[in-house]
């Protein structure tokens, strides 16, 4: 399978940006997906996951509020919706696969892509 993320850019605090994930390669609406963020120096961070229909979503306490997870299985996407940006918010943006049943929702996903960076200026 494959994943690519995009949408990732420069914001100031305040503002919003929409991150997406494609996904190939595999039957995306069989799979939980989330998004995890990773700063330089320290370890992956989950951020968001959502259900195999998107009936369902969960999110870090850090974004709750702010980022909306949603999927779209017929374009086999999901996106992250990031809104009241904070320079703390800068980071790597991953998206994850829940490929053995251990993820949803704060669990084990795999994260295969090269990410998408978010960089937000105060």
């Known amino acids: 399978g494959r994943l690519v993320e995009s949408g990732g850019g420069l914001a100031q605090f305040g503002g919003s940006l929409r991150l997406s994930c494609e996904a190939s390669g595999f039957t995306f609406s069989n799979y939980a997906m989330s998004w995890a963020r990773q700063t330089p120096g320290k370890g992956l961070e989950w951020v968001s996951a959502i259900t195999r229909d998107g009936s369902d979503t969960d999110y870090a306490d850090s974004v709750k509020g702010r980022f909306t997870i949603s999927r779209d299985n017929a374009k086999n996407t999901v996106y992250l919706q990031m809104n009241s940006l904070k320079p703390e918010d800068t980071a790597l943006y991953f998206c994850?696969?829940?490929?053995?049943?251990?993820?949803?929702?704060?669990?084990?996903?795999?994260?295969w892509g090269q990410g998408t960076q978010v960089t937000v200026s105060s």
């Open positions: 994850g696969v829940d490929v053995d049943g251990s993820g949803w929702p704060r669990g084990i996903y795999d994260y």
